[in-house]
C-alpha cells in the first residue's frame, strides 16, 4: 500500500488565491496568528485583507476518504479561538472544504457543529465553490 499524498493544500492555496485578488483582498500565505489551543503555533493558510479589515482562511482538501475529515471540529474550535483572541484583528474566519472525499461535507456546511461548538457565527464553513464565489465578489 503507497503512502497518502499529503501536500494537497498548496494546491488549493493556489485555487483560491486568483479569487482573492479579483475580489479586491490582499493576502498573506503560511501566517502565524498565535497559539492554537493546547500549545502550539497556529498557522493560517491565507489572510485576507480589505480595507481595516482581516479574515482568516484555513483550508482542508478531502481527495479520497481519511483523517481531515475528523480534524474540522479541532480547527473551527481554533479558529473561533484566534478570531476572539483579537490580537490578530481578525473579525471573521473561513474553514473551506475542497475535493470530492468527504462524507460529512453536508453536515459541516450546513451549520451540523453548530450544536456542539459555540461561536460559531465567528467561522463559515463553506466549499471550495462556495469560497471562490464570496470571495470574487468582494463579499468576505
Known amino acids: 500500500m503507497s503512502p497518502r499524498d499529503t501536500r494537497t493544500g498548496g494546491v488549493l492555496e493556489n485555487m483560491i488565491l486568483p479569487s482573492l485578488k479579483k475580489g479586491g483582498y490582499q493576502y498573506k500565505t503560511q501566517v502565524n496568528i498565535g497559539q492554537r489551543i493546547g500549545g502550539g503555533r497556529h498557522m493560517a493558510d491565507v489572510v485576507a485583507y480589505k480595507d481595516s479589515e482581516e479574515i482568516l482562511v484555513s483550508l ?10 475528523q480534524k474540522v471540529p479541532f480547527e473551527v474550535i481554533c479558529l473561533i479561538a484566534a478570531v476572539e483572541d483579537r490580537t ?10 475542497g475535493g470530492g472525499g ?3 461535507r453536508e453536515f459541516y456546511t450546513g451549520g451540523g457543529l453548530d450544536k456542539y461548538i459555540n461561536q460559531t457565527e465567528l467561522i463559515e464553513i463553506v466549499t471550495l465553490e462556495e469560497f471562490v464565489a464570496i470571495a470574487n465578489n468582494g463579499s468576505l
Open 60 to 69: 482542508k482538501w478531502q481527495q479520497t476518504s481519511g483523517t481531515a475529515e
Open 88 to 97: 490578530n484583528n481578525a473579525k471573521k474566519a473561513y474553514l473551506v472544504l
Open 102 to 104: 468527504w462524507k460529512l
